[in-house]
């Protein structure tokens, strides 16, 4: 549009002004510099503490940078400094949404050096209460991610129906997330009376609500427009950066961890499926997500019919001396596999405690994934990798 | 693939699993035995100690030939035993470690060490454990971020944790500390100062430790408890 | 507190009044770090724990549009220069609440190497919230504590020099040294 053109009717600019807006529209053609712009680390959508520095061309980015580290909390060197019990009480808040699932690895690791395995029961209700953590975690995702792209309702169905889930995690442990439950050997305590009938009552409110999830997000052709093609990560690539958890599957890897990894928990003994999708977008990682999330309250009903009666802790000394030895015990955890290497050198605190955790390495993709895409993507790409500052920056 | 149920750490290649026997054939045949050092079966995970100049030819035949294509994590091990409270340490309420340096499962040569997993996406239950031993003095190895870019960020923070050097890295520079931290922190002599100014707050309890060596039992008994 | 001309004669009821609409519009700025920010989040944007009721407006669109911050989580040495900027843009009166136990003391990283042992090492705090992390009636209830302290304040006091104990949720009266 030049200067000389008529204006619609209403849009009087006085005529002093036409040699500006000329100047404006020359502005548009010469080429300016990248203007860098940093997001966070606070800010309303980095999910936590993260900080990105992106170069724009324009809209879209050129070059990204992820600044981490403002959660740094030293996890690594305050494990030397701790028995194993007391290890197993800070290790909860790695990932902290499904703190319960953090323990898993651990415990088993050190369960494995000292040679006692933890008994059926305490098995299966590892088992239910890991599923449970990640049926939170899942929905605190399906509702934020909604919240990153613009829709605010997911949110609060997100978080009314995660209240279902804590209860039921608090009415077992004590805690609503942070529970402090596994020990060396077993559990602390047994399910109380009637847990078993409010879980499935709350489970079976989780799969309602499921496809409500369904029916107002997935089906909505602007959610689909925001994340359809968005932030593609090839499946070999993926593999290549340590991209894993529902991440790879919605790259149609047909890998997890609870199948194809070394047999823990009560996995084998109930059936269920793996969800991948083949596309690899923003959107298969939602979908990959919401099908996990039924997927994991079909396990938890099957799993408390199934439940075992028996003793919940195998029999470990007072003092916890796990002998020498390393181990590694991987797990799929909501996140993404996550790792214990333990080395003990047969005292009552491991000697060294290498912690893999998933989203470290999910975020690692990030300066490659972002390259090209737009400034409100960045936003989509990051939600959908759904990372947690605490697993990334241990 | 049968776990390996006894955890000491020098057990020679006679108790591996054939799964493991397998890998380790096919992982001599495509780096050559010589780059080998040493290799052990812990409960149940082939660990493979190799020589310090095949460690990205190690990766590399792990990406290519061996099918390997997901790495897990690269770290950094201080085999050094941290200086404990009767050496002035100042620090009682941590617990005792032993104060000779030994060295793990595989072996090592020296204080540090770089191991690193990765897996196959495609084969179910198998994967790698590699270390490779340091030079006290300057430690450095190759960088792996040419075969697997993932390992990018773990080698920044191995570096930044250890003081490691790694060739061919694009940028070593901080990941989790602020960039003008002083020290390596997951050194065994990088001291916690706010554990040697003041001890642990649970000491101070009024209710004493339950009695040391004893083997009594702590099983809360609960048969057939729940509604399960 | 000391008392300035809204809080004695016949201006008392103009501060009442200040006092009351201010305690029920506080903008709330999230500073959500860590664990402690689900629990936040659980109370502000959860229909159960709904802190909105209350008055407490949990979206300001920046700090400088903020009375209350909430520092929730662990706060490290990266971290701090920026929460310390944030506290110095917004404009007075302004509250801090901490939250949980990393912010108050440094919680269970007390011997870390990269944790800051509290956010009062950095910024004044008015209401502690122990807890790990607190539960969102916990929270609440410091919230409730701080209108309570609000409606009965002056608000001139913090431009001169008055002093305040901060408030720590759960302890019983007499029993806190600030």
């Excluded at chain 2, 620090?91 to 040569?109: L, R």
Aim: hydrophobic share 40%; glycine share 10%.
């Amino acid at each position: 549009m030049t200067a000389t053109e008529p204006r619609a009717p209403g849009f009087e600019v006085d005529p002093s002004l036409y040699r500006h807006l000329a100047d404006a529209q020359v502005n548009v053609e010469i080429d300016t510099g990248d203007m860098v712009l940093n997001l966070g680390p606070q800010h309303p959508a980095t999910h936590g503490t993260l900080r990105l520095v992106v170069r724009l061309d324009g809209e879209r980015v050129v070059a990204s940078d992820v600044i981490i580290g403002y959660m740094h909390r030293g996890y690594e060197k305050l494990s030397e400094f701790r028995t194993y019990p007391q290890i197993t009480t800070l290790i909860n808040r790695i990932d902290w949404l499904s703190s319960f699932a953090n323990e898993v690895p651990f415990v088993h690791a050190a369960e494995q050096l000292m040679g006692v395995e933890a008994p059926p029961r305490a098995q299966y209700i590892r088992t239910v209460l890991t599923e449970l953590s990640r049926i939170a975690t899942f929905l605190l995702f399906l509702g934020e991610m909604g919240l990153q792209v613009g829709a605010i309702t997911p949110a609060f169905y997100g978080f009314r129906d995660r209240e279902y889930v804590l209860n039921a995690i608090e009415a077992a442990t004590g805690g609503r997330f942070h529970p402090n439950f596994n020990r060396i050997g077993g559990l602390k305590d047994d399910l109380p009376w009637g847990w078993a009938a409010e879980t499935r009552e709350a489970m079976r409110k989780i799969l309602k609500s499921c496809d409500d999830f369904e029916d107002l997000v997935v089906a909505n052709p602007i959610f689909q427009q925001r994340t359809r093609s968005i932030g593609i990560i090839p499946a070999e690539l993926g593999a290549s950066y340590g991209v894993s958890g529902s991440n790879l599957r919605a790259s149609g890897v047909d890998w997890d961890l609870r199948r194809d990894g070394k047999p823990y928990l009560a996995y084998d003994a109930i059936d269920w499926k793996v969800w991948t999708h083949p596309d690899g977008d923003s959107f298969a990682r939602y979908w990959v997500r919401l099908q996990e999330t039924r997927e994991s309250a079909r396990m938890v009903l099957q799993l408390i019919d199934a439940m075992p009666s028996g003793p919940i802790m195998a029999k470990v000394p007072r003092i916890i001396k796990v002998p020498e030895g390393e181990a590694w015990v991987n797990t799929e955890n909501p996140l993404g596999e996550m790792g214990y290497y333990v080395v003990s050198k047969g005292a009552t605190g491991p000697f060294r405690v290498k912690i893999r955790t998933a989203s470290l390495s999910n975020v690692s993709i990030a300066p490659w994934l972002l390259r090209g895409a737009y400034v409100p993507d960045v936003i989509t790409i990051l939600a959908s990798l759904y990372f947690i500052l605490g697993d990334i920056d241990k | 693939m049968s776990d390996d149920g006894a955890p000491d750490a020098a057990e020679g290649a006679t108790s591996m699993s054939d799964s493991n026997v397998a890998l380790l054939e096919r992982i001599s045949t495509a780096l050559g035995s010589d780059a080998i050092v040493e290799s052990v079966e812990s409960l149940g995970d082939l660990v493979v100690r190799v020589r310090a100049d095949r460690w990205r030819d190690a990766a590399q035949a792990c990406r290519t030939e061996l099918g390997f294509d997901y790495l897990s994590f690269v770290g950094g091990i201080d085999w050094q035993p941290a200086p404990s409270a009767d050496e002035g340490s100042g620090d009682t309420s941590a617990p005792v470690q032993p104060k000779e340096q030994t060295y793990g499962v595989a072996g090592s040569a020296g204080r540090f060490q770089v191991f690193a997993r990765v897996a196959s996406t495609h084969v179910p239950r198998v994967g790698l454990t590699l270390k490779v031993d340091l030079d006290e003095e300057s430690p450095a190895v190759a960088s792996w971020t040419s075969v697997y870019p993932g390992a990018d960020w773990h080698e920044r923070e191995t570096w930044e944790m250890y003081g490691f050097d790694f060739h061919g890295h694009p940028s070593l520079r901080h990941l989790y500390l602020p960039s003008g931290f002083e020290g390596h922190p997951l050194r065994k002599d990088f001291p916690l100062l706010a554990r040697e100014v003041k001890p642990w707050p649970g000491l101070v309890d009024v209710e004493g430790m339950p009695g040391d060596a004893s083997d009594e039992t702590e099983a809360p008994d609960s048969a057939g408890g729940g509604d399960a | 507190m000391t008392s300035g001309a809204l809080r004695k004669g016949p201006l008392k009821p103009v501060g009442d009044l200040l006092n009351y609409s201010r305690k029920y519009s506080l903008w709330m700025f999230q500073w959500g770090l860590a664990c402690c920010a689900i629990e936040m989040g659980a109370a502000l944007a959860g229909p159960r724990y709904d802190v909105m009721r209350l008055g407490v407006i949990p979206f300001p669109a920046s700090p400088r549009q903020a009375d209350l911050i909430v520092i929730s989580g662990t706060v490290t040495d990266k971290m701090a220069p920026a929460i310390k900027r944030l506290y110095e843009q917004m404009p007075d009166p302004k509250y801090v609440i901490s939250m949980g136990s990393c912010a108050n003391c440094g919680g269970p990283y007390w011997d870390s190497y990269s944790v800051t042992k509290g956010v009062d090492q950095i910024i004044p705090v008015d209401v502690y919230v122990p807890g790990c992390p607190p539960r969102p009636e916990a929270f609440i209830q410091g919230v409730v504590m701080l209108q309570e302290r609000i409606q009965s304040e002056d608000p001139a006091s913090r431009w001169n020099g008055g002093h305040w104990e901060p408030i720590v949720v759960g302890a019983a009266a007499g029993e806190v040294d600030a």
